[in-house]
């Protein structure tokens, strides 16, 4: 089996396990995540943030989104701007979000496009990945183009229950050093307390 056909197959079973979740865990979970993303340092001091829309069975990250336009701070939100491409593009409102490639929220064509040099805080998302920060997305390759370009601080976010082991990787896939689930940061595969992330 290649390593294309493991990510196809894990995907598989990964969104079953995805939609078998309960409707209290994920609520939990997703509150944990979204408390713990507002008071990180490197969110705190960042002046430009980008995020993606959590849809479906997804962490939902609008109350993070909210929490960036309301603390002032420069909010991006991904638009697909062709096959495997997307680009951050500024909103002021949650208002200015509609449905775009996928029925997935987005903002308008002419929003103002933020290039990756410019953001200082990204929040990455994941169908599943593993303690040390090996992702498995979706299959889209958004952010397999993406994140060879920034280099700012990013957190990988994904629910403790879909947390793996190990994901297959290729050559593309780059790994994001710092996890986070409802039960705290994983630093390179070890769970760490926030005051030691801090530090």
């Known amino acids: 089996m290649t390593i294309a056909e493991e990510k196809r197959a894990l995907r598989k079973k990964l ?9 209290d865990y994920r609520e939990r979970s997703e509150r944990a995540v979204v408390a713990a993303l507002s008071s990180m340092e490197a969110y705190r001091n960042a002046e430009s943030v980008c995020c993606f829309v959590g849809t479906g ?4 990250t609008r109350p993070f989104l909210q929490d960036a336009l309301s603390s002032g701070k420069r909010l991006c939100v991904p638009l697909c701007a062709g096959r495997g491409v997307m680009q951050m593009r ?4 949650l208002d200015d979000l509609s449905p775009g490639a996928a029925g997935i929220p987005e903002p308008p064509p002419d929003a103002e496009t933020a290039p990756p040099s410019a953001i200082d805080f990204l929040v990455v998302p994941c169908l599943a990945c593993d303690r040390r920060g090996n992702r498995l ?7 397999d183009r993406f994140l060879p370009e920034y280099g700012g601080a990013a957190v990988l976010i994904c629910r403790e229950a879909l947390l793996q082991d190990s994901v297959p990787t290729e050559t593309f896939d780059l790994r994001v050093p710092l996890v986070l689930s409802e039960r705290g940061f994983y630093r390179d595969g070890r769970l760490t307390t926030w005051a030691l992330f801090e530090k």
């Open 15 to 23: 969104r079953a396990m995805e939609k078998s979740l309960s409707p």
């Open 57 to 60: 069975a997804e962490i939902d």
């Open 90 to 93: 500024r909103v002021r409102s």
């Open 137 to 143: 997305g979706r299959g889209g390759g958004y952010y």
